[in-house]
């Protein structure tokens, strides 16, 4: 606990918030015994002014020139070492890449969750329909259906495979990227679901792909690539499900127009026996701390039907 208390003090110091689980996921792992009686900062142990300026004091020492001898940071009632700030330190960056749930000051209730980066507890999920969409083995984008009237899209995809989970991800078009941390969340998720195996390298699909005023980069244009994209990956691996994160991403693979609400947690079919769900955007996962209780739940369908 005194461990976990430190942690959390280095991740203020940062500016980072840091949360726990606070309820209930079905089908979810089961939390560290630590979670349940964990609070912070604990009545026990001052914090406050004289925690966070230890915190960044030990902070400001990593720039400290070789072999200089460092003073011990102090703390209210107990002394911590360099070598105890640096390993705070370490376990800091460590905490950098958690996507977690609920706020730590918050009291934490014990209940099942993901290993992080993880998803959120979540209270019971309802039921959900369940949708089958057949497509064509054939090449996807031959058969592409659209709307001509509707507006040139921009968006950017990210597809991810772990195992036999493909993964595609609406990322933020402005400078987006499919980083570390949402790697590490996506791997959680599938291994959450049951999968796991070789992960492949993440591809970006951004859209328009030039800037041209003479090319078609219109959004049937948009939906033939991601279409095409997507047969290359069933192809070239076997694949059992697919999730499909974010409003555009749902919208493409499945050639819909409707809004994420009105998609989210029904189970289609993309190919026939591949399984396919949508949620939200694992960008809102990582920003939004509630996100992670809907993603949970909006999986569910999905989870049922896998053997």
Request: hydrophobic share 40%; charged share 20%; glycine share 6%.
């Given at each position: 606990m005194e461990q976990e208390q430190l942690?959390?003090?280095y991740l203020e110091a940062l500016g980072v918030s840091s949360w726990?689980?606070?309820?209930?996921?079905?089908?979810?792992?089961?939390?560290?015994?630590?979670v349940s009686d964990f609070r912070y900062p604990a009545p026990d142990i001052p914090f406050e002014s004289d925690?966070?300026?230890?915190?960044?004091?030990?902070?400001?020492?990593?720039g400290a020139s070789k072999g200089s001898s460092s003073?011990?940071?102090?703390?209210?009632?107990?002394?911590?070492s360099v070598a105890t700030a640096q390993q705070g330190m370490s376990q800091a960056r460590a905490a950098l890449g958690l996507a977690v749930a609920e706020p730590a000051e918050k009291t934490a209730a014990p209940s099942p969750s993901v290993q992080t980066p993880s998803l959120s507890p979540a209270v019971s999920a309802p039921s959900s329909p369940i949708v089958e969409v057949g497509v064509s083995e054939d090449d996807a984008a031959a058969s592409v259906q659209v709307d001509t009237d509707l507006e040139p899209p921009r968006f950017k995809l990210a597809y991810f495979r772990?195992?036999?989970l493909l993964v595609i991800d609406s990322v933020p078009p402005q400078g987006g990227h499919f980083g570390d941390n949402y790697q590490a969340l996506a791997i959680a998720i599938a291994a959450a679901l049951g999968f796991r195996g070789e992960q492949g390298s993440a591809f970006m699909l951004p859209w328009p792909m030039f800037a041209s005023k003479t090319l078609d980069q219109?959004?049937?244009?948009?939906?033939?690539?991601?279409?095409?994209?997507?047969?290359?990956?069933?192809?070239?691996?076997?694949?059992k499900a697919v999730l499909l994160f974010g409003e555009i991403a749902v919208q493409m693979v499945m050639e819909r127009q409707e809004p994420l609400e009105q998609l989210k947690g029904i189970c289609f079919e993309v190919r026939a026996g591949?399984?396919?769900i949508a949620s939200h955007s694992l960008t809102e996962a990582m920003q939004l701390p509630g996100i992670k209780k809907q993603l949970w739940t909006d999986l569910q369908p999905l989870l049922a039907k896998l053997p």
């Amino acid at each position: 606990m005194e461990q976990e208390q430190l942690r959390h003090q280095y991740l203020e110091a940062l500016g980072v918030s840091s949360w726990l689980p606070c309820a209930v996921l079905p089908n979810a792992a089961d939390s560290a015994e630590w979670v349940s009686d964990f609070r912070y900062p604990a009545p026990d142990i001052p914090f406050e002014s004289d925690r966070v300026a230890s915190a960044r004091s030990a902070l400001g020492q990593q720039g400290a020139s070789k072999g200089s001898s460092s003073p011990q940071t102090q703390t209210r009632g107990s002394t911590a070492s360099v070598a105890t700030a640096q390993q705070g330190m370490s376990q800091a960056r460590a905490a950098l890449g958690l996507a977690v749930a609920e706020p730590a000051e918050k009291t934490a209730a014990p209940s099942p969750s993901v290993q992080t980066p993880s998803l959120s507890p979540a209270v019971s999920a309802p039921s959900s329909p369940i949708v089958e969409v057949g497509v064509s083995e054939d090449d996807a984008a031959a058969s592409v259906q659209v709307d001509t009237d509707l507006e040139p899209p921009r968006f950017k995809l990210a597809y991810f495979r772990i195992g036999e989970l493909l993964v595609i991800d609406s990322v933020p078009p402005q400078g987006g990227h499919f980083g570390d941390n949402y790697q590490a969340l996506a791997i959680a998720i599938a291994a959450a679901l049951g999968f796991r195996g070789e992960q492949g390298s993440a591809f970006m699909l951004p859209w328009p792909m030039f800037a041209s005023k003479t090319l078609d980069q219109g959004y049937k244009q948009a939906a033939i690539a991601v279409q095409h994209k997507l047969s290359k990956e069933l192809q070239a691996h076997p694949v059992k499900a697919v999730l499909l994160f974010g409003e555009i991403a749902v919208q493409m693979v499945m050639e819909r127009q409707e809004p994420l609400e009105q998609l989210k947690g029904i189970c289609f079919e993309v190919r026939a026996g591949i399984k396919a769900i949508a949620s939200h955007s694992l960008t809102e996962a990582m920003q939004l701390p509630g996100i992670k209780k809907q993603l949970w739940t909006d999986l569910q369908p999905l989870l049922a039907k896998l053997p």
